[in-house]
């Protein structure tokens, strides 16, 4: 039963994709370990993320989807490292069986993986008494002489950019939730407000937004192509608040971020349909499963960092720099520098 159900929607799907690379997938799926072996002259880097129903994903979410995004969160780590995917591993604990279910969430996990290069090679599923889990590990690798975008390595003075609309995966939980009639939490903003100004949002905006949270795309080959020019990233996956602290505080430094930029990077991209500021600032800040990059990067390569955005057809915005005296820091509207507090998504906070 078991060996059949790992053959079905895991070994047979998967096993083009591992044999399109003879040279890194020396064994797959089959044995007790997968043999990989990284290119000549790299290192590999390893990381691993496990997703709970009802944690991470809606007990409802489509099967599809959740394949997609299990593995593109993975991925999405490998980015914050400049790190190029060589394969994964999937550790599957399911309440039942379902053959269905299995087959949609496997052709969610193989679109993604062959859009990006990485075979599944190995594996473990169990029963589990209730709820999904889905724990990923993936296998990646860059060039030995480069520093993996190190979060201790921003310098004073480096600029800090992110990618794509920061927030944007935050509108799209708040508009799953009020779909399914749940509370809806963004401080400091009320659940009726909040219900007002969901109300009065674009359908296009909308959309976007429900991609954004449910279709993530790791931005492999922009870091990638940013090797040379990185030297501090990370992936947003906690709002830019929480996670630009630990570049902070890795590399005993601060950062100040700058609102209007920040602002900048949505009314760029929606034009008349820009929501209430406070509120984009609100999603930006406390944010989650964004997976976009924040990076910190000198000053003077601006231009080039614009140019490999636009060639990777990515949204690049400066939202502020690396300063001296350690914490985050926040240049408002009206040009006042504050200290910015913790407000980022924390799984055991009470
Ligand atoms: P073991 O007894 O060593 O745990 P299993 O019987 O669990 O081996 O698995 C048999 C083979 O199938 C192994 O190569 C394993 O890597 C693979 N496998 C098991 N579950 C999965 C999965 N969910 N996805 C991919 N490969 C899997
Ligand atoms: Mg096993």
Redesign the pocket.
Known sequence: M??DL?RTH??QPFEQLADAFPNRILRG????C?RLRPDDGQVMVVSTDLLESGVHFFEDASAFDIGWKSLAVNLSDLAACGAEPLGF??G?GLPRVDGGWLSEFSRGLLSIAQQYDCP?V????TSRRSGLGVSITVMGQHPASHQGFDRRHAQLADSVWITGLPGLARLGLLLESQSRGLPLVLPPFTHEALQDILSGLPNSLCDRARQALHKPVPRVQFSMAMRPIIHAALDLSDGLGGDLAHIASASRLGVELDEPALLDAWRLNMGDSMPDPAFVYALAISGGDDYELAFCAPETRADEIRWLGSRHCLQVTPIGRVCSSEGMYLRSLDGNVVTLSNASFDHFAS
Not at 29 to 32: P, V
């Open positions: 078991e060996f790992i895991f070994e799926i089959g044995d007790d997968a591993v999937l599957l599944l190995g594996g473990d599923t």
